[in-house]
C-alpha cells in the first residue's frame, strides 16, 4: 500500500491556500493547528512552525470554533467533566452509542484501506505509462537512477503490491521527467471521485439530526461556511465515505439519512 495522501509531502509541496481548501489535506491542517493551539501554541508560533501566514491561521482557528474575535486569547479549555476529553475520535464507532467527542475530532478525513490500495494501483499505472511514452523498459529507468533498487522492486510499486515513499515517487518522477505534484494530483482525482459524486447537504437541518455525532459535525462545518452559501455544503466521495464510517453504516444507508435530514 502506498504511503499517501501524505500531509508531510503536502506541507513541504502545497502553497498555503491550496493546503488550505483541499478536500483531504485541509481538514488534516486544520485538526493539526487545533490540537497544536490547544497545546498553548501561540497563532504566531503556529505561523512560524509551518511557515503559514498568520492570518490564514486566525482564519483555520476560528473556522474552528476555537479562537473568537481576540487574536491571541488564550484557547479554550475542554472540560473533561463533561464527557468530552481530547482524544482521536475511532470513527468506525457507531453513532448509536451517543459518545461525545471534541467537534474538531470530527472533521478528520479517514479514507479507507481500500481506496488507497486502489490509489497506489493508479499511481503505479501513471509511472508505467510515463515510462513508456519515454520507450524504456524498467531495466532502462534504473540505470538512470542513482538509488540501487531491484527491478522486482520497481515493478511492485509501479503495480501498487509495495508501500512507496514520496522520495521514492519524486525520484521514479525526476527521472521520467514529470512533475510529481501534476501526476499526484491527477491520480488523486481520479481516484477520490469526480462532480458526479460530489452531494449537496444541508447543514442546518443536519445540525439537528438525531445522531448526536453527525449533528456536532454539521455544527463545526456551519460555523465556518460564509452567509452566501445558506447551509449548503458539498460534499465529494470520499467525504461522504467518512461520514459513513462516523455514522457506522454504508455509503447507501448514509445517503438515506442525508435525503432524511
Known sequence: MVDAPDLDWALKHLKFRDLEHHPVFGPLVEQLLVKRFRAKMSQRALADRFDFPIGGVRRILRRAGVLDTKPEQAPAQVDNDDGWPVT?????????????????????????????????????????????????????????????????????????????????????????????????????????????????????????????NLSRWAEVRLRGLPASAKGMLPLPRHAQDTLAALCGCDHYQLLQILSAA
Open 88 to 212: 482521536d475520535l475511532d470513527l468506525t464507532e457507531p453513532i448509536a452509542s451517543q459518545k461525545k467527542v471534541p467537534p474538531e475530532e470530527l472533521i478528520a478525513v479517514h479514507v479507507s484501506e481500500e481506496t488507497l490500495l486502489r490509489f497506489a494501483k493508479a499511481l503505479g499505472v501513471a509511472m508505467r505509462s510515463a515510462r513508456g511514452n519515454r520507450g524504456w523498459t524498467r531495466k532502462d529507468m534504473r540505470s538512470q537512477m542513482n538509488a540501487d533498487r531491484s527491478l522486482q522492486t520497481m515493478a511492485t510499486h509501479e503495480l501498487g503490491t509495495r508501500a512507496m515513499s514520496v522520495c521514492q515517487f519524486a525520484e521514479y518522477c525526476t527521472v521520467l521527467d514529470v512533475q510529481p505534484g501534476e501526476m499526484f494530483d491527477r491520480v488523486y482525482h481520479e481516484v477520490f471521485g469526480t462532480k458526479d459524486e460530489t452531494v449537496t447537504v444541508d447543514l442546518d437541518k443536519l445540525a439537528r439530526s438525531e445522531h448526536a
